[in-house]
């Protein structure tokens, strides 16, 4: 893929959209690329959790208790976007459908873009407040059902 193609599949993604494309930039030339053959382990449920992987092309299928996929990625979907910004343990364990490349996104890499463009880093943290907002709205729902 060219620079610009990693741009563009990296404006698609949720969250990393919000950064301008002189960030964008920045992220798609300093990211690493890795392909994975169908069947092959992105990482296992429990791993240390460092970095995002955005899918380039490809299918990951996200795997919570060792059998078929709870949910599946696709070109432009991030994956594992808790851990662009705390070191965390995979809830999950991903692996490659079909053949597949991603790029990954590591804390440092964030970190240095989201400084640089605080912006983005304003978007980013607008949207995930609304997410642990609705998440806590749901939890004290299903509290009072059960307490």
Same mark, same amino acid.
């Given at each position: 893929?060219?620079?610009?193609?990693?741009?563009?599949?990296?404006?698609?993604?949720?969250?990393?959209?919000?950064?301008d494309?002189?960030?964008?930039r920045?992220?798609?030339?300093?990211?690493?690329?890795?392909?994975?053959?169908?069947?092959?382990?992105?990482?296992?449920?429990?791993?240390?959790?460092?970095?995002?992987?955005?899918?380039?092309?490809? #299918?990951?299928?996200?795997?919570? #208790?060792?059998?078929?996929?709870v949910?599946?990625?696709?070109?432009?979907?991030?994956?594992?976007?808790?851990?662009?910004?705390? #070191?965390?343990?995979?809830?999950?364990?991903?692996?490659?459908?079909?053949?597949?490349?991603?790029?990954?996104?590591?804390?440092?890499?964030?970190?240095?873009?989201?400084? #640089?463009?605080?912006?983005?880093?304003?978007?980013?943290?607008?949207?995930?407040?609304?997410?642990?907002?609705?998440?806590?709205?749901?939890?004290?729902?299903?509290?009072?059902?059960?307490?």
């Amino acid at each position: 893929m060219s620079l610009d193609d990693d741009i563009a599949l990296l404006s698609r993604a949720p969250l990393i959209g919000l950064i301008d494309r002189d960030g964008l930039r920045l992220l798609a030339f300093a990211a690493d690329k890795r392909r994975l053959r169908q069947g092959e382990a992105l990482f296992r449920k429990g791993d240390r959790a460092d970095c995002g992987f955005v899918v380039a092309e490809g #299918e990951i299928g996200l795997d919570v #208790e060792g059998g078929k996929p709870v949910t599946v990625a696709r070109a432009g979907d991030l994956i594992g976007a808790a851990a662009l910004f705390a #070191e965390i343990r995979r809830p999950a364990s991903a692996t490659a459908r079909e053949p597949s490349s991603v790029v990954r996104l590591t804390q440092p890499l964030m970190r240095r873009v989201l400084e #640089e463009y605080p912006q983005a880093a304003a978007g980013m943290h607008a949207i995930l407040a609304a997410e642990l907002e609705s998440l806590t709205r749901d939890l004290m729902r299903v509290g009072a059902r059960f307490g």
